[in-house]
T-cell receptor, first 113, second 115 residues
Framework: GENVEQHPSTLSVQEGDSAVIKCTYS??????FPWYKQELGKGPQLIID?????GEKKDQRIAVTLNKTAKHFSLHITETQPEDSAVYFC????????????FGTGTRLQVTL | IAGITQAPTSQILAAGRRMTLRCTQD?????MYWYRQDLGLGLRLIHY???????GKGEVPDGYSVSRANTDDFPLTLASAVPSQTSVYFC??????????????FGSGTRLTVV
């Protein structure tokens, strides 16, 4: 089955700096890669996703890149703000009725003033 | 109701007791999932259901059971709780008929402590 590794497990940046979280996946047939943000006491929320036919996607201060050859994808947050502090999860998915998302182990991002 | 509702939000349960965690969605999603979240281990799939009337085992199904009598509800039952089942439980749903390429919607979670 699919295996997703996520690094780093914790990340501390100063407000205004950029943050990068990296994930690798094992199943070359995976074709959908969402990112979730989980704030304290809440469930994960989808913040951005990318499909395998796209190399990069951007939404305001967040962007995701995908390298299918190397089987890794990354989340980039620019101009970080305190409200970006949360746990971020990457996930991988392969189209098919029996498929389910496989999650990374999460990155705790702390944005300091 | 908007999205997924989980109940209760938290529970302290004596070991050996039976407990059902409730999950209801109003998005008419065909697929539903139960995950447990433990520190350092991320989200691990317990059970899932691709459509009403069918269920399947995930990564960590032992000690848990589910049923899917209709589209909206997907309860998770712990037949005889043990301390290792102390965790935060999340229910999620997706519309996999569209290829599943639209991510999952998660509930707010149930924090369960087994003592």
């Amino acid at each position: 089955g699919e295996n997703v590794e996520q690094h780093p497990s914790t990340l501390s940046v100063q407000e205004g700096d950029s943050a990068v979280i990296k994930c690798t996946y094992s199943d070359s047939a995976s074709n959908y890669f969402p990112w979730y943000k989980q704030e304290l006491g809440k469930g994960p929320q989808l913040i951005i996703d990318i499909r395998s036919n796209v190399g990069e996607k951007k939404d305001q201060r967040i962007a995701v890149t995908l390298n299918k050859t190397a089987k890794h994808f990354s989340l980039h947050i620019t101009e970080t703000q305190p409200e970006d502090s949360a746990v971020y999860f990457c996930a991988a998915f392969r189209t098919g009725t029996a498929s389910k998302l496989t999650f990374g182990t999460g990155t705790r991002l702390q944005v300091t003033l | 109701i908007a999205g997924i509702t989980q109940a209760p939000t938290s529970q302290i349960l004596a070991a050996g007791r039976r407990m059902t965690l409730r999950c209801t969605q109003d998005m008419r999603h065909n697929a539903m999932y139960w995950y447990r979240q433990d520190l350092g281990l991320g989200l691990r799939l317990i059970h899932y259901s691709n459509t009403a009337g069918t269920t399947g085992k995930g990564e960590v199904p032992d000690g848990y059971s589910v049923s899917r009598a209709n589209t909206d509800d997907f309860p998770l039952t712990l037949a005889s709780a043990v301390p290792s089942q102390t965790s935060v439980y999340f229910c999620a749903s997706s519309d996999s008929r569209r290829g599943g390429l639209y991510g999952y919607t998660f509930g707010s979670g149930t924090r369960l402590t087994v003592v």
